[in-house]
């Protein structure tokens, strides 16, 4: 595709609920970052993978996240037992890799849990 | 850990002038990358202007150039002429290589340009 697309765009989940956000990284890129975004604040990292190999998952914040990318292309980050601090955009960025370091993001999944 | 400071929340400028935005860093490492990301309200983020920190001479990219002061640790970013499609936050970020390329993100500045 032309960029990194993200599904849904829009979630609202009740609290408890598991949720599953999808990441379609650009075609043939090696790197794919997942980022969180609460209101008014920058992305914070969550996890990295280079091809299917998940290298650094040390921003996820609970063991309730949970993170994968097995054919080292498309990447779901799963939330599972939804708690209201979990509101947040939630933001895909994907990149070559290697020395290219520009990363490029895809529009975001708001998530909202009431 | 690095952390990126953006104390200005939010700024205006008038059409076709010139405005900075203003960003420090915090990093004990000698090799880093610094970039600038804009994200219109529409939420895709896209790159702006990056800086290499072995580079003494500034970025610059049509109307938006850095003036990066090393031993300041000061990365601002100049908008000359500015128009209207510029209005967006404004993030400016800090990468060390080799390790997973982890960007770390300010909070952010809010630009309007006012018409």
């Known amino acids: 595709g032309a960029g990194v697309s993200q599904s849904p765009r829009y979630k609202v989940a009740k609290r408890g609920q598991d949720v599953a956000l999808r990441c379609d990284p650009i075609?043939?890129?090696?790197?794919l970052f997942w980022y969180q975004q609460a209101l008014g604040q920058g992305p914070e990292f969550l996890t990295y993978?280079?091809?299917?190999?998940?290298?650094?998952k040390s921003g996820l914040p609970s063991d309730r996240f949970f993170a994968e990318r097995p054919e080292g292309s498309v990447s779901t980050l799963k939330i599972q037992r939804t708690q209201q601090e979990d509101s947040a955009v939630y933001l895909c960025?994907?990149?070559?890799?290697?020395?290219?370091?520009?990363?490029?993001f895809g529009p975001g999944t708001r998530l909202t849990v009431l | 850990a690095q952390t990126v400071t953006q104390s200005q929340p939010e700024m205006s400028v008038q059409e076709a002038e010139t405005v900075t935005l203003s960003c420090t860093y915090d990093?004990?490492?000698?090799?880093?990358?610094l970039f600038w990301y804009k994200q219109p309200p529409s939420r895709q983020m896209i790159l702006v202007i990056r800086?290499?920190?072995?580079?003494?001479q500034n970025a610059t990219e049509n109307r938006f150039s850095v003036n990066f002061q090393k031993a300041a640790k000061s990365f601002s970013l100049k908008i000359s002429d500015s128009q209207l499609g510029d209005t967006a936050m404004y993030f400016c970020?800090?990468?060390?290589?080799?390790?997973?390329?982890?960007?770390?993100f300010g909070t952010g500045t809010s630009l309007t340009v006012i018409p």
């Open positions: 970020a800090f990468m060390k290589p080799n390790t997973g390329n982890q960007f770390y």
């Open positions: 990093t004990s490492e000698n090799n880093y990358y």
């Open positions: 960025a994907s990149s070559l890799g290697g020395s290219f370091l520009v990363m490029y």
């Open positions: 993978f280079q091809n299917e190999a998940q290298l650094d």
């Open positions: 075609s043939g890129h090696v790197s």
């Open positions: 800086q290499e920190a072995y580079k003494q």
